[in-house]
């Protein structure tokens, strides 16, 4: 799933090199942080959050055959 996010996240942003993915799992639920540059969080998020549940979405969809929750977290 990390690498998921990561290359949706570089594809968005300005600045790749500044995209940062963490991955925490406990138990059946795994946590994927996202850091980016501070100019490139709006077109992370999108106008009404609409881009970050996307990516939630096909994070989810992907995540849905190895049975674990799949929570994203953008900083």
């Known amino acids: 799933m ?3 996010v990561e290359v949706l996240a570089k594809a968005l942003v300005d600045n790749p090199d500044e995209v ?4 925490k799992t406990e138990g059946k ?3 994927v942080e996202l850091h980016v540059a501070p100019s490139d969080m709006g ?3 999108g106008k009404q959050g609409r881009i970050a549940k996307a990516i939630r979405s096909v994070v989810k969809a992907a995540s849905s055959k190895d049975n674990k929750k799949v929570e994203v977290e953008i900083n």
């Open 2 to 4: 990390k690498d998921l």
């Open 20 to 23: 940062v993915v963490t991955e």
């Open 29 to 31: 639920t795994v946590t």
């Open 43 to 45: 077109k992370v998020i």
